[in-house]
């Protein structure tokens, strides 16, 4: 099946620093969706990006959408806390059920006060 | 914005029952949910698709008979892990897409630890 390779797998940053964390594939994506998981809970949706190019803002995040269509990236200005927890990328193919993704294996943020 | 609720949270239960898990849309309809299993520290696994009034689609290597997904109603899948074993204790999460969406965005439950004794 599909594969994600998301990078880095952690990050260890200090409060105020930029992070940006990247989704590769060997497959072409419809839809590249960024998800944050905190502990104990289910992923909260960040951002979703539907066109090759597409760059898209939500606050201090900013994701983009690869002109091949098979990689994403996701970055965070100016780090809180809050940041804290596992960042997940998702893609979706075309001509699938619709919501059906592919999961990256997450990227495990840690700031530092 | 969309909210999926799961339940329960957390559920210990003795090897050998079943446990049913639900998975409900408070504020709109999904004709498609997904459950996925999640182990720590690792990526979210997908199990099924929850498909309303038909049955559901497993992902190889999944037990249809061990997990029993039920979708009955439009805000409604359950999943029953049957006959529970220890290697079945997960965070079992659930998601669901809204009916009318032309989009691919799924929103997730709050998930549900399941440890089996």
């Known amino acids: 099946g599909q594969q994600l390779n998301q990078s880095p797998q952690s990050m260890f940053i200090q409060e105020g620093e930029d992070v940006s964390m990247n989704c590769t594939s060997s497959?072409?994506?419809?839809?590249w969706l960024w998800y944050k998981q905190d502990p104990g809970e289910g992923p909260v949706l960040l951002i979703a990006?539907?066109?090759?190019?597409e760059l898209t803002s939500n606050g201090r995040l900013t994701a983009q959408f690869g002109i091949t269509r098979k990689d994403s990236f996701l970055n965070i200005s100016a780090s809180i806390p809050s940041d804290v927890g596992i960042y997940f990328c998702a893609g979706q193919l075309a001509n699938t059920n619709a919501g059906k993704s592919t999961f990256g294996d997450g990227t495990t943020l840690t700031v530092k006060p | 914005g969309a909210v999926v609720s799961q339940h329960p949270s957390r559920v210990i239960c003795k090897s050998g029952t079943s446990v049913k898990i639900e998975c409900r849309s408070l504020?709109?309809?999904?004709?498609?949910m997904f459950w996925y299993r999640q182990f720590p520290k690792q990526s979210l696994m997908l199990m099924a698709t929850?498909?309303?009034?038909?049955?559901?689609?497993?992902e190889q290597g999944v037990e249809k008979d061990k997990f029993l997904i039920n979708h009955a109603s439009l805000t409604l899948s359950t999943l029953t892990v049957t006959s529970a074993h220890p290697e079945d204790s997960s965070f079992y999460i659930c998601?669901?897409?809204?009916?009318?969406?032309?989009?691919?965005?799924?929103?997730f439950g709050e998930g549900s630890r399941l440890t089996v004794l």
């Open positions: 998601s669901a897409r809204p009916f009318k969406a032309n989009t691919g965005e799924l929103f």
């Open positions: 504020d709109f309809q999904a004709t498609t």
């Open positions: 990006l539907y066109k090759a190019g």
């Open positions: 497959s072409i994506f419809n839809t």
């Open positions: 929850s498909n309303e009034g038909s049955k559901a689609t497993y």
